[in-house]
């Protein structure tokens, strides 16, 4: 991740693309002689991004195509042509924003010096397209009264849709950041795809992300149609998939394997779901890498195992599978969870 205590904001500029994808186009950059307000803007730009995965512009072509790269490549090369780089941006997003499901909203394009990354000192280029507005209210003391206002803003604390592009690493398509908080369906693909155009980096977070989401998606919906699988069972091989990455440093295909699904059948079809998902999905795993604690944090949140019975009961496995046994009562015609314990918490 790229820290910016030292930073600066050194030029703004800022457009508008209506519903309909057109552009609402400023003559010139805007002025940051308020220090107040540059602190508070710096705030808006910076302190958003918390994700650790990293990204880069790619082009199925050349690398050359793709458009924000030749933008972000001018203004690293000119910091002074911010602004009449951000023109070419915003009618680059106005292009890309042609699904109904976009909202319209500000561009914001700003150059920040002096970001920390990987050990250095790096220049960056930030994106802010800020589509939601927050109520507040202006309270102004007017001679004896107080007035009081309905108003909407920008919440400086939330960004909508960002990116942080940073000056490293320029030949592989730069090293960026992202935020997107407001779309997750089809949509939400024209910030990261369309505008963008960039993918994830082949990194021991993206490694570790990846891999724990294709064995998720193995356990809980792929395996229960080829093997005979409870509930119970798949709670365990959840367990199982987020302590090995837990109480590992390094990551090995076959060692994962061999601690979690052990059987030889079901270690092969592991590999040819794994290998299918991988494909569809455009993912990169290696078959070895450092474990990313960050990354296991972040997916071992959705590893919930989680026993629903009913509307009555829900069981919450953590641990030992074999504490738990599955049967049926053939006096009520009823199925049964046994669970064994040594004392109540």
């Not at 919440?155 to 779309?183: M, Q, W």
Request: hydrophobic share 40%; net charge negative.
């Amino acid at each position: 991740m790229f820290t910016f205590t030292d930073s600066s904001l050194e030029a703004l500029s800022v457009h508008y693309i209506d519903q309909d994808g057109q552009t609402v186009l400023t003559e010139e950059g805007f002025p940051l002689a308020d220090t107040a307000l540059r602190d508070l803007l710096s705030r808006f730009f910076l302190t958003a991004f918390k994700e650790e995965q990293q990204y880069q512009f790619v082009h199925e072509t050349d690398l050359k195509y793709n458009e924000m790269y030749g933008y972000c490549k001018a203004v690293f090369q000119k910091p002074n042509s911010l602004h009449e780089q951000s023109v070419a941006m915003a009618k680059h997003l106005a292009a890309a924003s042609s699904h109904p499901g976009i909202k319209p909203g500000e561009l914001f394009t700003a150059y920040f010096r002096n970001l920390s990354f990987d050990n250095k000192t790096v220049d960056g280029i930030v994106l802010i397209k800020a589509e939601n507005k927050k109520d507040f209210l202006l309270v102004d003391l007017m001679r004896d009264q107080l007035d009081i206002q309905s108003k909407k803003g920008l919440d400086p604390n939330k960004a909508d849709k960002a990116c942080v592009i940073l000056d490293t690493e320029s030949e592989d398509g730069y090293r960026l950041f992202l935020i997107d908080h407001t779309n997750k369906g089809n949509e939400a693909i024209y910030w990261k795809e369309v505008f963008l155009g960039v993918k994830e980096c082949a990194d021991s977070f993206a490694f570790t992300k990846n891999f724990l989401s294709v064995a998720k998606e193995f356990i809980v919906n792929n395996m229960p149609a080829s093997f005979e699988t409870s509930k119970a069972d798949q709670a365990g091989l959840l367990n199982k998939s987020v302590a090995y990455f837990k109480e590992n440093e390094n990551f090995n295909i076959n060692n994962f394997q061999e601690a979690v699904f052990r059987e030889p059948e079901l270690i092969e079809s592991f590999q040819q779901f794994g290998s299918s998902y991988l494909h569809e999905h455009n993912m990169e795993i290696a078959d070895s890498f450092a474990i990313s604690p960050s990354a296991v944090k972040k997916q071992a949140r959705v590893f919930k195992s989680v026993i629903k019975l009913d509307r009555n009961f829900h069981i919450y496995i953590h641990g030992n599978r074999e504490l738990i046994e599955q049967g049926y009562d053939e006096v009520t015609g009823r199925r049964f969870y046994k669970i064994y314990f040594d004392q109540e918490m």
